[in-house]
């Protein structure tokens, strides 16, 4: 936990969008024939040392917020700030020596990856894509990695098949951490694990956090997960912020009818809280709701949610919402 008040933060993210084309039948040859709004107007900062968690729904864009935010793809429209800097607005060789304090650990790190392949070799190989170690000297830093993620030296001569979910996430988060990184974006880490390992996988990140002095953006659409390792939370709903609050605050007075919603789903939220069953399925991204884009399942919804897309407002010192309640 920690204080931020007045400082600078370490990452800012403003009114960033990620369009995806969609292609008639013939591909490209068939022309655009329009856009998903995976990502649209969303702005957000990260302060040193804390966990910023994003929540929202399976769809609301949660994961194109972090691959773009790391050029994993480029973005529609938006700027992020690192160091003083843009990144958006890097040249690609610029772009590596961020890339390196900006790490990504996703659900399962190494489905993608060659079963043939020894896990030491795939945790050392950032070392060398960023210069950074030579041969001996990686394979300490693997070891002793390793070590620093629960894990031992011999694992590294050992082949991915043979370790488990979560010993799997200690090695994707060893793969991350061994080029010391600044910034580690989670994508839903501990969501494919069984509850007890996940309460494990998320002890060593907190652990690494304190240790290597890291910031997460830890993304996922578990609210009790979030709840657990968040210093503060936004809430997406198709592809926009619609709730920004630090944990205690958002949990004890949710003010977005969506959050809401969202927050009464999960069991033993006490008596006097009645579950909020929303209508409908969550619209396509391909044609967004005009004005505010919760308004066709919200329960409060009036003409102007219609019409206007509402702004961003400070209801109580860092709780931010935007909804025409308001
Ligand atoms: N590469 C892509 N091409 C087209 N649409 C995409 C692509 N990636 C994601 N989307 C769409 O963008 C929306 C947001 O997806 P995503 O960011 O994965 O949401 P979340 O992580 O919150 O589940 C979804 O409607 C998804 O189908
Ligand atoms: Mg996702």
Do not use: W
């Not at 039948?25 to 990502?39: D, E, P």
């Amino acid at each position: 936990m920690i204080l931020q008040n007045n400082k600078e933060p370490l990452l800012d993210v403003q009114h960033l969008k990620k369009y995806f084309p969609v292609t008639g039948s013939l591909g490209r040859l068939g022309g655009i024939k329009g856009q998903v709004k995976a990502v649209n107007d969303v702005s957000f900062q990260l302060f040193a040392g804390e966990t910023y968690g994003l929540v929202g729904e399976s769809g609301s864009g949660k994961s194109t917020t972090g691959r773009t935010v790391l050029r994993l793809t480029e973005s529609t429209d938006g700027k992020v700030f690192y160091n003083k800097q843009n990144i958006f607005e890097l040249s690609k060789r610029e772009m590596r020596s961020v890339r390196k304090d900006l790490q990504m650990v996703f659900q399962d790190p190494f489905s993608s990856l060659n079963p043939r392949i020894r896990i030491g070799h795939t945790i050392e190989e950032p070392l060398a894509i960023h210069s950074l170690a030579d041969g001996n000297e990686r394979r300490e830093r693997v070891f002793e990695m390793l070590n620093k993620v629960g894990m031992q030296s011999e694992h590294y001569y050992r082949y991915p098949h043979e370790f488990s979910g979560g010993q799997r996430q200690r090695l994707g988060l060893a793969r991350a951490l061994i080029v010391n990184p600044k910034i580690v974006i989670c994508d839903e880490p501990v969501s494919a694990l069984d509850v007890s390992i996940q309460s494990q996988v998320i002890n060593l990140l907190k652990q690494m956090q304190t240790e290597l002095n890291l910031t997460y953006l830890f993304i996922t659409h578990d609210i009790s997960v979030v709840r657990h390792i968040s210093d503060r939370i936004g809430v997406m709903y198709l592809g926009r912020l619609v709730e920004e609050a630090q944990t205690d605050s958002l949990f004890q007075s949710p003010l977005h009818p969506y959050t809401q919603a969202l927050f009464s789903a999960v069991p033993g939220r006490g008596k006097n809280r009645e579950r909020i069953v929303l209508k409908g399925e969550i619209p396509s991204p391909l044609n967004p709701p005009t004005g505010c884009v919760f308004h066709t399942r919200c329960p409060h919804a009036m003409e102007i949610c219609k019409v206007n897309i509402p702004e961003k407002r400070e209801m109580s010192p860092k709780h931010y919402v935007a909804c025409h309640l308001y």
